[in-house]
C-alpha cells in the first residue's frame, strides 16, 4: 500500500467562504436550486458508540448537539411529502449511529410500509448486534425485502488505517457485523474513504481481497457496493465555486446533492426539528432553511469549504 506523500497543507484564506453572493474576489458565487425533493435525509440523533478522528458531523458518545428524532416527527415530514406531493422516492438516515435511537426501528418499518426506497448508513458494530435490533431488522427484510440498503462504513481495507480514524479496537467488530449482514441476506454497500494516499483502483483491490479473505459476499469492484468519498477538511484551503465554474469544470448545478436532497435535522433544545440544505453542513446556520419541506424549497448558495471539496470538485453525493 502506498503512504500518503508529504505535502505542504495551507490553511482557509479567512477571507473565502464569507458573502452568500460573492467570492473573496468579487466574482458571482454559484448557487444550486432545488429541482425535485428526490432523497430526505433525516439525521437520527448525534450520539455514536464511537468517536472518529475527522468525523464531519463530530458524532461520539457524548455529542447530543443533534438529538434523537422521533417517530412522530419523522411522519410529520412523509405526511408533508404526501400531502404536498413532493415526489420523494428515498429516505435516507445517518447519524451519529441510527441503532441508538430508541426509535429506530419503527421508523424504518413506517418509511417502508409507506412505499419508500430506504438508505441507512451505520458503522456495523455493537449496536446492530443486539438481538432486539437483529430481530427488527430480519422482520423488515423479510417484509420490506431490497428497498432497504444498509451502508457500513468501513474507512479503510488496512485495520491501521480503519483505526486510525475510527480508534482502536474498531476493524474486527465491523468486519463481524458486516459478515451478519451479508450472510442474512440484507442490502449492503460499503463507505470507504480516500484519506490514506491510496488511489481508486488500489483500494478497490484492498476490499476485494478484505471480503474474499473473510467470506463476505460483495463485489468491491462495482462502484454501487463500495463508494469511495473524497476526505473534507473545513480548515484547509479549497477553492470558491463561481458561475463560471460550471462551464470550465463541464459540470451543471443540477448534479449536485442540493438541487435533489436535503436534510432533517433536531437541536438540542429546540421545540420541533430544522431542514438544512445539506448532510455536510448540520451546524452551520447559513444553511438552515426552516422547519417545514416547503421552506426548504430555496436556492443554495456554494458558501462552505465542503461544497468544493466534496461535491463540485470531489464529484461526490451522500446518495452514493
Not at 202 to 222: C, K, P, S, V, W
Not at 232 to 243: G, H, I, N
Not at 254 to 263: A, F, G, H, K, T
Request: aromatic share 8%; charged share 25%; proline share 6%.
Amino acid at each position: 500500500m502506498n503512504q500518503p506523500a508529504e505535502q505542504k497543507r495551507y490553511f482557509l484564506n479567512p477571507d473565502k467562504f464569507r458573502d452568500p453572493n460573492v467570492t473573496a474576489d468579487g466574482q458571482p458565487r454559484a448557487t444550486v436550486t432545488l429541482r425535485t425533493l428526490e432523497t430526505l435525509w433525516i439525521n437520527t440523533g448525534t450520539l455514536c458508540n464511537l468517536e472518529c478522528r475527522n468525523c464531519y458531523i463530530e458524532s461520539s458518545p457524548s455529542n447530543d448537539r443533534l438529538v434523537y428524532i422521533t417517530h412522530e416527527e419523522v411522519c410529520d415530514y412523509l405526511n408533508e411529502i404526501e400531502r404536498e406531493s413532493l415526489g420523494t422516492t428515498t429516505i435516507a438516515f445517518t447519524g451519529g449511529e441510527p441503532f441508538l435511537n430508541p426509535d429506530m426501528l419503527p421508523i424504518l418499518e413506517t418509511c417502508l410500509t409507506r412505499g419508500y426506497t430506504v438508505l441507512l448508513l451505520t458503522n456495523a458494530t455493537k449496536p446492530i448486534m443486539r438481538p432486539r435490533v437483529q430481530r427488527g431488522l430480519k422482520a423488515l427484510r423479510d417484509t420490506h425485502g431490497e428497498r432497504l440498503t444498509l451502508r457500513v462504513s468501513i474507512d479503510h481495507f488496512d485495520p491501521h488505517w480503519h483505526e486510525l480514524e475510527r480508534g482502536t479496537d474498531t476493524f474486527e467488530p465491523v468486519v463481524e457485523g458486516l459478515r451478519w449482514l451479508t450472510d442474512e441476506g440484507f442490502q449492503i454497500d460499503i463507505a470507504g474513504r480516500l484519506f490514506a494516499g491510496d488511489d481508486e483502483a488500489t483500494m478497490r483491490a484492498g476490499y476485494t481481497r478484505l471480503f474474499q479473505d473473510r467470506g463476505i459476499a460483495l463485489n468491491a469492484e462495482d462502484p454501487g457496493k463500495l463508494v469511495l468519498f473524497p476526505e473534507m477538511d473545513a480548515r484547509l484551503d479549497a477553492p470558491e465555486v463561481t458561475t463560471a465554474c460550471w462551464q470550465k469544470l463541464g459540470k451543471h448545478p443540477d448534479q449536485m446533492m442540493c438541487s435533489s436532497s436535503r436534510m432533517i435535522v433536531k437541536r438540542k433544545g429546540a421545540e420541533r426539528p430544522s431542514v438544512i440544505a445539506c448532510t455536510l453542513l448540520p451546524y452551520d446556520e447559513r444553511f438552515e432553511l426552516g422547519h417545514t419541506l416547503t421552506d426548504a424549497q430555496q436556492t443554495v448558495p456554494l458558501n462552505h469549504p465542503h461544497c468544493a471539496q466534496f461535491c463540485v470538485l470531489g464529484g461526490a453525493s451522500c446518495s452514493g
